[in-house]
Structure formats: C-alpha cells, structure tokens
C-alpha cells in the first residue's frame, strides 16, 4: 500500500511535533497500521477474523476433558489482538492408565508433528494477508509428563528432545523456533507465566516492584490522601 510505504511517523507530546521521524524503506519495510494507531486493533480484528474462517479444520488443537468425563473444552489456541498462542494435546491413548518411558515419547513426537503443522499453517495465513511472522521472537514448549511412584513431573527439553522448525514468508529455509523448558517463565501481557504453574518469577518481581514503591513513597512528600491515590492510580493497576 502506499499510503504506509510512504507515511512518515512522527512523535507529539506537550511539548510539540518531533523534528524527526521514522518511516519504512525497501530494505526494511513497516508491516501494519503501525504501534499505537488507532486503527491498528480494528485492522487486526478484521484481518484475524478472516484468518480464522480460513483455517484448516483437519489440523489438530486442543482437547481438555474433565476428570468426571462430562466437560470437554477444544479449541486451537488463545489470542488477544497480536499476541496469539495456539497448542496440540495428545491423541496417542496407549500408556495412558500405565504410563512408560515408551509411550511418553511416542506422545511427545506426535504432538510435536501436529504443531509443526498447525504453526506453519498460521504462518502461512498470516503471510498471505500481508503480515509476517519473527520465527525469532516466537518460543514454543511441551508438557509431558515423567511418572514416579504415582506422581507426575514436567520433563524437561533434555528427557523428552525434540525441535521444532517452520519456514517464514516466501522463503523455503527451515528456521529452528527457540524452545523453552516447561519451568521457564516468560512474559505476556504484563504478566509472567510458566507451562509448569510455577509462580516465583511474577512474585520476585511484584516483591521488588513493593520495595521499590514502598521507598520512593516513604521518601516523599506526598500527604496521605496523595499516597493513597499514587497507590490506587499507579502502584495497585502496576502489579
């Protein structure tokens, strides 16, 4: 489109217009709306939509059941706006009641196969619609499980091996999409989660956050009506 190829990108404060600005080249172009429009989630609402109605339904995604059997929950995966993850559940049944080392792997290489094919298919509708996807930027993680006296503990990349690679845009080079291990967290819309539940990186990091908040206000000179509001506007929407 023109209009973006040739729009120039400036920053206005109080202060003013920037005197510079930023913009797209044929090296490296600007794909979207841009940051911060006000169009940007419209467009991107608009064009995921159509995304979705154009996805393949013999690719495989998830499928969670309740332990009474009665619920049962599928879908592909999770999206909020750019931020999107989509996942694959086993369908491999033996091993199940009576797990063995056997039976977890020939899970996890299924798996990993339906979402090699259920990656590279958003890829390549993403392409299609004129964006494009940092294989970079993009992580991906497998939950399987090591039994041991009857409890269940999250292998990690060492114990169940594996990797994942998609190509991107019209290129046909395989690129390897990082891995991450089951216990790392990661960050995703201000908040840190990890596949294994663990929650000590989002509380290290609130705790800090506390300490930091509690000795920049106890240095003050705010009254306390003030501290109340900068706890209400600012600290408390933070956290």
Not at 9 to 36: M, N, R, W
Request: with cysteine.
């Amino acid at each position: 489109c023109r209009t973006f190829d040739e729009t120039r990108h400036y920053i206005k404060t109080a202060h003013g217009l920037s005197s510079d600005y930023y913009e797209g080249t044929k090296e490296v172009p600007l794909f979207g709306a841009g940051q911060g429009t006000t169009v940007g989630p419209f467009f991107w609402l608009l064009i995921f939509s159509i995304m979705m109605e154009a996805f393949d339904p013999s690719h495989k995604g998830m499928i969670f059941t309740s332990p009474c059997g009665i619920i049962t929950t599928e879908r592909y995966g999770d999206a909020f706006v750019d931020d999107t993850k989509f996942g694959v559940t086993s369908d491999y049944q033996k091993g199940y009641v009576y797990p063995t080392e056997e039976a977890s792997q020939e899970q996890v290489q299924q798996v990993l196969s339906d979402l090699t094919r259920l990656s590279q298919h958003y890829e390549k509708l993403l392409y299609t619609s004129g964006g494009a996807l940092n294989i970079k930027k993009c992580h991906w993680s497998i939950l399987a499980w090591r039994w041991v006296d009857g409890k269940a503990y999250p292998m990690s990349s060492a114990e169940c091996p594996g990797k994942l690679f998609l190509t991107s845009g019209s290129s046909s080079k395989l690129e390897e999409v990082p891995r991450i291990e089951p216990s790392t967290s990661y960050r995703t819309l201000g908040v840190h989660i990890s596949m294994d539940g663990s929650m000590k990186k989002p509380l290290a990091l609130n705790r800090q956050k506390s300490l930091d908040y509690a000795g920049l206000v106890s240095n003050s000179t705010l009254n306390r009506s003030e501290a109340y509001f900068s706890f209400v506007l600012y600290f408390y929407p933070k956290i």
